[in-house]
């Protein structure tokens, strides 16, 4: 099975106020920057080279931005779920944070950069609303301005009808602070996957497990991802069709060239 340990804060319904998703979010994306590419670098070096002021969309616990904001670089972040803005308010309470969604948002004022980090991207389940999230996000850059994310290439073994019924067990972790007992531990399964291919829309099954020493559930929360995958040349199209110029596509944070099933990261600016 494949596995896509993926950016959340576009839709409550995944990350639920107080639940166990939003709560282990921090601890999941660590994992993930050991497993595979470290994204962080890769942003918080392009947002210095800008020299700013940047906004991140779909920011979720805020992370990457607490990483450019520590670099001295202006930043600000973007995001729909309210769990996962609780988290970036309570952990970075001297940056400034937008509740919105990343496909319709009026800040008033533009960015030498915009990031759409960590598969972002992905949480808009419709094609059409892609596309008015890279108009609106136009609309906020300034001349010259850099929009950079970064997408999952797709296997399309994983994207056939009958989807993906194998589940994986991931490492148990130490319950986040404040949502079990101390000496609890904290268990997630990636369950079943489903596939559309005509919308290219995939739900993941997700399962949180709170465990006792003795392996019992104390408490178990199952939660849905939706998510859309997108095929290099609609992407390339997408931001064409949006006005986007010098568009340069890799697949990796390294600049290698794009390669099937690997991440898209994407590289596009404004006109001058």
Request: net charge negative; hydrophobic share 40%; proline share 7%.
């Amino acid at each position: 099975m494949q596995i896509w340990i993926l950016n959340g804060g576009f839709v409550d319904s995944f990350y639920p106020q107080g639940g166990l998703n939003a709560a282990s979010y921090d601890l999941r994306a660590d994992l993930d920057r050991k497993l595979f590419e470290d994204p962080i670098p890769f942003y918080r070096d392009i947002a210095v080279k800008t020299g700013g002021p940047v906004l991140e969309l779909g920011c979720g616990t805020g992370r990457i931005a607490a990483a450019i904001h520590e670099a001295g670089i202006a930043i600000e972040g973007l995001d729909l779920s309210d769990a996962m803005l609780t988290k970036a308010r309570t952990k970075y309470p001297d940056m400034v944070w937008h509740k919105g969604d990343m496909c319709d948002f009026d800040l008033g004022r533009r960015f030498a950069l915009i990031i759409i980090p960590f598969r972002g991207f992905q949480e808009i389940t419709d094609g059409e609303d892609q596309k008015r999230c890279l108009m609106t996000a136009s609309d906020h850059l300034l001349p010259g301005g850099m929009l950079v994310l970064d997408l999952i290439d797709p296997d399309l073994q994983y994207c056939l009808p009958e989807g993906d019924p194998e589940s994986v067990e991931l490492p148990l972790f130490p319950m986040p602070e404040g949502v079990g007992a101390q000496d609890s531990r904290l268990r997630i399964t990636a369950m079943e996957r489903t596939s559309d291919p005509l919308t290219q829309r995939f739900e993941e099954h997700w399962r949180f497990e709170e465990i006792d020493p003795s392996g019992k559930v104390l408490r178990c929360e199952d939660c849905w991802h939706h998510m859309r995958w997108v095929h290099r040349s609609e992407m390339r199209l997408m931001l064409e069709i949006s006005g986007f110029i010098s568009v340069s596509e890799f697949s990796d944070f390294k600049g290698s060239p794009p390669r099937y099933a690997a991440n898209q990261v994407w590289m596009a600016k404004r006109p001058d």
